[in-house]
């Protein structure tokens, strides 16, 4: 119910050439359709068809409406763990219940909740295996330029690290940058790097250090002194 009082309804809205798309909740078609557009069309009206979806209509107060009740009304998604089409014809043939779907259209959808468990679980393991990266990393840098100050802020100068691999199997390390400052820094932080999927390289990948090329000279100076009055 809308605060006017006046009930919402679902509508089916998607874009013409490739059919993505979604429930829109609105009090009126017009609204509806202007929504879908928005969010599956670059905002144009041409090209976005809006029909009524009367059996979404009990979802209009939440607004979330479970995968598994679109699939049984023609709609269809792909699972998040596996990549696999699903839909009512997918899932007969992999002998998989509509009911088992875990997902809703706004969330990461699964075929099922083996899946689902399945990513939890490898999302907790890629998640360790950064920090590690990052710890390990970190650790390189303070033992390397033991006066460096690590950054944690602002977002996009904290540490990072991406990692591939798979559940049960090993997690390789694909990038990993910690930035920091030091004393002398005019133009911007200093990183250490290691970027084994970037870039042309030759033999095996190793972690470099690297600056603003207008804090080259300072940089030197700073990771010499440092060398220097290393025990």
Same mark, same amino acid.
């Given at each position: 119910m809308s605060k006017s009082g006046k009930r919402m309804k679902a509508y089916a809205v998607q874009e013409d050439c490739e059919g993505t798309g979604g429930i829109v909740f609105a009090k009126h078609a017009i609204v509806a359709r202007r929504e879908g557009a928005n969010e599956y069309n670059g905002g144009?009206?041409?090209?976005?068809?809006?029909?009524?979806?009367?059996?979404?209509?009990?979802?209009?107060?939440?607004?979330?409406?479970?995968?598994?009740?679109?699939?049984?009304?023609?709609?269809?998604?792909?699972?998040?763990?596996?990549?696999?089409?699903?839909?009512?014809?997918?899932?007969y043939d992999r002998r998989l219940p509509i009911s088992g779907v875990v997902g809703s259209q706004h969330s990461l959808i699964f075929c099922c909740k083996s899946h689902a468990l399945k990513h939890r /679980?490898?999302?907790?393991?890629?998640?360790?295996?950064?920090?590690?990266?990052?710890? /390990?990393?970190?650790?390189?840098?303070?033992?390397?330029?033991p006066d460096a100050k690590l950054l944690v802020e602002p977002q996009n100068l904290r540490p990072h690290a991406y990692v591939r691999g798979h559940l049960g199997g090993p997690w390789v390390y694909s990038q990993i940058i910690i930035s920091f400052t030091f004393p002398g820094m005019k133009i911007g932080p200093a990183s250490l790097r290691y970027e084994a999927d970037y870039g042309v390289r030759i033999g095996p990948c190793r972690p470099t250090f690297s600056c603003c090329n207008g804090d080259r000279e300072a940089f030197e100076a700073f990771a010499e002194a440092q060398k220097m009055a290393a025990p």
């Open positions: 144009e009206f041409h090209g976005v068809t809006c029909r009524r979806a009367k059996w979404a209509d009990e979802f209009a107060e939440t607004g979330i409406v479970p995968a598994s009740v679109m699939i049984a009304n023609g709609w269809w998604f792909e699972c998040s763990y596996c990549g696999q089409k699903i839909d009512e014809d997918s899932l /679980l490898e999302d907790a393991q890629r998640k360790r295996a950064e920090a590690e990266g990052i710890k /390990l990393f970190s650790e390189m840098v303070l033992k390397r330029l």
